[in-house]
């Protein structure tokens, strides 16, 4: 449950912020509105001017080597001088409210963030990094006691019957950490896709995970019989987002439905089981429903800086730790009470 908690931190994390890119009332304004058109014509706010923006009247661009020349690289130079523009136009306008007293407002359907390097959030990128160190240290560790702590078959396999199943998890986990950091940095399409995609399969995966573990799944095939018909839900719902739609308030419903399944499988079993760490569980439950009311009260930037989604984020490192310490006290358990009943 542990785990479903943190997937639901997770997938709040990746899920929650995905209604993002809608009108929002900062780029309704129409005072930004123009203050956007105006500079991807001239290139400059105020007296701010961006080297992106430099187009030649038949649109190439003014300089550079022929593969700059290219049409791919036009278009990025054109997303480039976009984005720059929604950034400086964002930060007059906020300027201009704060001096009337007025409170921040989002737009494109996120916080006026303040870049730091070129860097969108770098809260929250510093702590997606985090994160991911935290799922790096926890499989490592997890990995260690395995093979090198507890005693091995002759044939050289663990005794524990879900090695596999953590190796894969942590797989996910780290991957899903990478794109967070990666589309915090930066959101453009891709990263958008990319980051979503990762928390879907890792939300679906984890949801596989928490059936075959809490139901003690051990036998092939119903392992398969179980994982199966998720697999294909889950494959056909990120084609769906990356080659048909991304539809973010049908991805929040599937990811907080996933999110929501496991939460109750891992609470009913911690509820029902003698597990001598089951306490782990408790607290990843508990804590993470309370860290999910961060995503629910949704604060603007304090200072420009961190925001609910990045203490969202960085409540899930604690989190991470306790759940890997549950998984190594689970694999040692499961070992102990194997070799006990082989003797
Ligand atoms: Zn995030």
């Not at 990319?194 to 075959?212: E, K, N, Q, T």
């Not at 929501?260 to 609470?267: D, G, K, N, S, T």
């Not at 003698?274 to 782990?280: V, Y």
Request: glycine share 6%; hydrophobic share 45%.
């Amino acid at each position: 449950m542990a785990q479903l908690h943190w997937m639901i931190l997770t997938l709040s994390t990746l899920c929650a912020f995905l209604p993002v890119l809608h009108a929002s009332a900062g780029d309704a304004d129409p005072i930004y509105k123009s203050c956007v058109e105006q500079c991807e014509k001239s290139g400059c706010v105020g007296n701010k001017c961006f080297q992106h923006c430099k187009f030649s009247s038949d649109g190439k661009p003014i300089d550079g080597p022929w593969y700059m020349q290219e049409p791919l690289y036009l278009r990025w130079k054109q997303w480039d001088c976009r984005s720059d523009c929604r950034y400086h136009c964002m930060l007059a306008r906020e300027e201009e409210r704060e001096k009337l007293g007025d409170k921040p407002v989002k737009y494109h359907g996120k916080w006026p963030f303040q870049r730091v390097y070129g860097i969108q959030e770098p809260v929250a990128v510093a702590l997606s990094a985090l994160n991911l160190a935290m799922q790096f240290h926890g499989w490592i560790s997890f990995f260690i006691l395995l093979y090198y702590k507890l005693p091995l078959k002759q044939n050289k396999r663990t005794y524990y019957e879900y090695t596999g199943l953590w190796h894969i998890y942590a797989i996910l986990s780290m991957n899903s950490w990478f794109w967070s950091a990666v589309f915090h940095s930066r959101d453009v399409e891709l990263t958008e896709k990319l980051d979503y995609s990762s928390a879907v399969a890792l939300i679906g995966f984890s949801l596989i995970i928490s059936i075959l573990r809490a139901f003690n799944v051990r036998d092939e095939a119903a392992r398969v019989m179980v994982a199966a018909p998720l697999l294909a839900f889950v494959t056909t719902h990120i084609l769906y987002l990356n080659f048909y739609k991304l539809d973010y308030g049908l991805n929040m419903k599937v990811c907080a439905a996933m999110g929501v399944a496991q939460l109750l499988v891992w609470a009913i079993w911690a509820g029902v089981t003698r597990h001598p760490s089951r306490w782990k569980l408790w607290v990843v439950v508990g804590g993470g429903g309370l860290a999910m009311l961060l995503e629910i009260y949704d604060f603007p930037p304090y200072r420009g800086f961190v925001d609910a989604h990045a203490l969202w984020h960085a409540t899930t490192i604690p989190f991470t730790y306790l759940w890997w310490s549950f998984v190594r006290d689970d694999a040692e358990f499961r070992t102990l009470t194997l070799i006990k009943k082989v003797k």
